[in-house]
């Protein structure tokens, strides 16, 4: 059995969203190992020096053109070229067109039906029309939460077994006698106390509003970092300091490599994720593991990821969201608390069987073509 995976999200130097989750299962994957299956994985440009090295049942593709890769590169070189795979499964929301072989896909969340005016009019009209392509398509439809899996099915009329939820896992544990404490104010110019903000410069992710938050809370002697690289429409984030009077206690950081974070979230107060819409919302995950309380939205799939151990905020009433900051300021029992079910609450999510489960229903759709 030949598995084909579209492996150019996993491709890239800065992995954040689709891209990592599609480089989590291509490691696990190769760890894998089966007897019974080889993996091929199409790319645009040569695999990067850490993904798995080809191997007897694991090896990589190099198909071109690059533009409009999906739509005609793909297609044509899996007709064209063998060995043909049996299942074809792409991480996106893209599957490729008029391919000959059966396809699979991954709907992180449908945040664009929700919440069209948070995207860039070019983005809106792909997101919509390639999605609905690829999901009346496709075989299976995997997403990451209950709360994507119903948006899916109803949005797009999908039968309920067409659509597979499996829960993404979450990185190894950083050692944390391997960090450097002094790290934080060397490297990053962090001095004191501070409340966190881990995720992508975007509108959806609700930013302006915890900033807005912050600059409610009267304890002058605490800032607020915000780690992310620029997404889309994020002026108004970087403006909002100024807006709201909080220049001097607000820090961007940018984009911040993994090894870093596990230092980031335990230093902090508390880490805060207002959002108003999730697919899943991994940082939160991220969070509890490096014992950091949260605070984040009571909607979409979030609840489903923090279950009992975090703080819950109504991410359209800023006083909520201000009102709880202080409340974790304040309070180090309740952090305490939430940092112990945190740690519970982490247990029930990892790649190993976030690969096993995806990996079990590619194999079902390619026995049954």
């Known amino acids: 059995m030949i598995i084909g995976i579209d492996g150019n999200e996993a491709n890239v130097e800065k992995k954040v969203g689709i891209g990592e989750y599609a480089f989590e299962l291509l490691q696990q994957f190769e760890k894998l190992s089966l007897a019974n299956v080889q993996f091929l994985i199409y790319l645009k440009s040569p695999p990067r020096s850490e993904l798995p090295k080809e191997r007897e049942g694991w090896g990589y593709k190099i198909v071109g053109p690059s533009k409009f890769w999906t739509q005609f590169g793909l297609p044509i070189y899996l007709y064209t070229h063998g060995p043909r795979p049996s299942v074809f499964f792409t991480p996106t929301h893209y599957a490729p067109r008029f391919s000959p072989v059966p396809t699979v896909v991954s709907v992180m969340d449908l945040s664009y039906i929700h919440f069209p005016q948070l995207f860039k009019s070019s983005d809106l009209y792909q997101l919509r029309n390639w999605t609905a392509y690829s999901v009346r398509k496709a075989k299976k439809v995997f997403t990451i939460s209950n709360a994507s899996k119903d948006d899916i099915i109803k949005i797009y009329q999908t039968p309920v077994e067409k659509v597979v939820v499996t829960y993404p896992g979450i990185k190894r544990k950083t050692p944390m006698e391997k960090q450097n404490p002094q790290l934080l104010e060397e490297k990053y110019g962090i001095i004191g106390e501070y409340v966190l903000f881990v995720g992508t410069l975007q509108p959806r992710k609700n930013i302006t509003s915890l900033i807005e938050a912050f600059s409610k809370i009267k304890k002058k002697d605490i800032s607020l970092v915000i780690v992310g690289k620029k997404g889309w429409l994020f002026e108004e984030i970087l403006e ?24 980031l979230y335990k230093g902090a107060i508390c880490f805060v994720l207002p959002s108003l819409y999730e697919g899943f919302g991994l940082p939160v995950l991220e969070a509890m593991q490096y014992e950091c309380p949260v605070i984040t939205s009571n909607i979409s799939s979030l609840p489903e990821v923090g279950g009992d151990a975090a703080l819950y905020v109504d991410p359209k009433n800023v006083e909520d969201i201000a009102e709880k900051i202080a409340m974790l300021i304040e309070d180090k029992k309740l952090r305490s608390q939430l940092i112990k079910k945190g740690k519970e609450q982490v247990k029930n999510f990892s790649w190993e069987k976030t690969a096993k489960e995806t990996l079990a229903v590619l194999e079902e759709v390619a026995k049954g073509n």
Do not use: C, G, I, R
């Open 240 to 263: 909002a300091p100024k807006k709201f009077n909080v220049e001097e206690t607000v820090k961007f950081l940018d984009f911040v490599p993994d090894e870093d974070l596990p230092l």
